[in-house]
């Protein structure tokens, strides 16, 4: 029906009108906050800065030492902190824009590996790093302090923790689950099977990556922990007294420590039997004493040394341990990163003034006169001395089979100085027989062909950045390895020098 009324229809289409206008503006509002809602657009993050290290030459580490293809006029190109490309300059080119170091001149290795050290301070990390350490195989125990996870600048720290056994030092001694667990008494004793294995899932949680398998752990547990290490892709390290050498050798450990521990490999059953239930005491200074005394020409001696070298165990002496009981020694507080330590915060550290070891007196004999004092410790050095040289000629027979060797300094006990003592580590290394080249390669790519860490020990793509350039060629000369004159750690180049001074909330 048609509407007669004029007046009606001009305010209906007014009405449509005002409808319509309303409807749009409110859609250009909506549109409008929208449109002020809507995040920016992203801009790319810039791309990272290559940094190229050109012309040095790049020293080959690979198989255990044995092989030589150095790489003259080499291009390494790092990017995020990995190593990315490796190559002739002729064939590779400088990315546009990266940051170039010249190397002309001087040779690139890997940042040094310590297998075995403490590392419990800023202190101890800037005399790691000032001497080429990048990581540090670090463990907590009486003498080494707690391992400082706090350190800046710091080496890469790869936790060793303790299984099987109580221990105070434990990375999980202090979580409430595992103090009572944990505590250790007069001496250290097993757990069980259950809660071992408990302990292994909790301590792989915390990045541990070395399970220490100590004097006290049994043959029975030391078999079914290194399989089970292995199976989590947990590397394991022997200290084993109650546990033959031999057994866990067949069980597949990892590496043995300590040149005075792993040639107890070469007791009879009737010394190595009462060790099961008293790997302290008696039992073990008589174990001891006969196998540091055993003949480097005996035939169980060679049988032994055969032995290690037909299995995949690799042999970590630390013979840094008793550097200063070795011939030809230097007093190594005269290095310039032992500035950063302090004497009274070390285990039996060497004296200062002399780099001698101090051999207290009993109480009594501070009652006699000087002179017999002075004769007293002359005799303790002495005694010290021989006992060092015995354990070295027994390595010269077990090294004569060729066994695998790692890089392990011990720091910071008996004399030992991080950072500084992985370079006597490798002097002897050499002094027993190794070339600088296989010296080198147990302080480096030795991890990886061992461990299976491919992230480390090599200057090749896909490693981390972790790289020394140095001024002469350690594998002509293992002491080129201190003459770092550029050091890359993760990819960033780290002032040296200023490592030398501790910031003041780092001093003791």
């Avoid at 022997?238 to 546990?243: L, P, R, S, Y």
């Avoid at 006969?290 to 040394?305: G, V």
């Amino acid at each position: 029906m048609l509407c007669d009324n004029p007046h009606q229809t001009v305010f209906m289409r007014f009405s449509r009108f005002c409808v319509v206008g309303l409807f749009h503006f409110a859609l250009a509002c909506a549109l409008a906050g929208a449109q002020a809602q809507a995040p920016p657009p992203e801009v790319p993050a810039p791309a990272p800065v290559p940094l190229v290290l050109s012309g040095g030459t790049v020293v080959d580490v690979t198989q255990w030492g044995d092989s030589a293809n150095d790489l003259q006029n080499a291009v390494v190109i790092v990017v995020n902190g990995q190593i990315t490309a490796v190559g002739p300059a002729s064939q590779l080119p400088v990315p546009t824009g990266a940051q170039v170091i010249d190397c002309t001149g001087k040779f690139l290795i890997p940042g040094l590996i310590d297998g075995f050290a403490g590392m419990n301070s800023q202190a101890q990390a800037n005399a790691n790093l000032y001497m080429g350490v990048t990581t540090v195989v670090a463990r907590a125990d009486a003498e080494r302090g707690f391992i400082d996870f706090g350190a800046h600048p710091s080496p890469q720290i790869y936790p060793i923790d303790s299984i099987g056994v109580t221990d105070n030092w434990s990375l999980l001694a202090r979580r409430p689950e595992w103090v009572g667990k944990l505590r250790a008494g007069a001496h250290p004793v097993e757990l069980s099977p259950q809660d071992t294995a408990i302990q292994m899932v909790d301590t792989a949680k915390l990045g541990t990556r070395v399970l220490f398998l100590g004097p006290t752990v049994t043959a029975a547990n030391a078999q079914w922990i290194i399989e089970r290490a292995h199976e989590m892709h947990l590397i394991t390290y022997g200290d084993f007294v109650a546990t033959p050498y031999r057994v866990a050798i067949d069980a597949g450990v990892d590496a043995l420590l300590h040149m005075n521990y792993y040639i107890l490999g070469v007791l009879p059953d009737e010394l190595q039997t009462p060790l099961v239930t008293e790997p302290e005491g008696p039992a073990a200074v008589t174990a001891f004493d006969y196998s540091q005394h055993i003949p480097p020409t005996d035939a169980r001696l060679r049988s032994y040394a055969h032995f290690l070298a037909a299995n995949r165990t690799a042999l970590m002496p630390t013979f840094s341990l008793h550097y200063v009981e070795l011939p030809d020694h230097r007093n190594l507080w005269k290095e310039p990163a032992a500035a950063l330590l302090d004497p009274r915060r070390m285990y039996h550290p060497t004296n200062p003034a002399t780099g001698e070891m101090d051999y207290p007196l009993p109480s009594w004999a501070r009652h006699l006169p000087a002179a017999a004092q002075r004769w007293l410790e002359a005799e303790q050095q002495k005694k010290a001395d021989q006992a060092a040289m015995r354990l070295w000629r027994i390595n010269e027979t077990i090294f004569s089979a060729f066994p695998h060797y790692l890089a392990g300094s011990g720091a910071d006990a008996m004399g030992t100085m991080p950072g500084i003592s992985l370079h006597t580590e490798l002097e002897l290394l050499v002094r027993m027989g190794l070339s600088a080249r296989e010296a080198l390669a147990a302080a480096t790519n030795n991890y990886a062909l061992q461990f299976g860490w491919n992230d480390i020990g090599q200057i090749a793509p896909g490693r981390r950045a972790d790289i020394l350039v140095v001024d002469g060629d350690p594998s002509v000369d293992i002491w080129n390895a201190r003459r770092i004159s550029t050091l890359i750690l993760d990819g960033n180049m780290i002032d040296r020098p200023s490592l030398l001074k501790l910031p003041t909330s780092a001093h003791p």
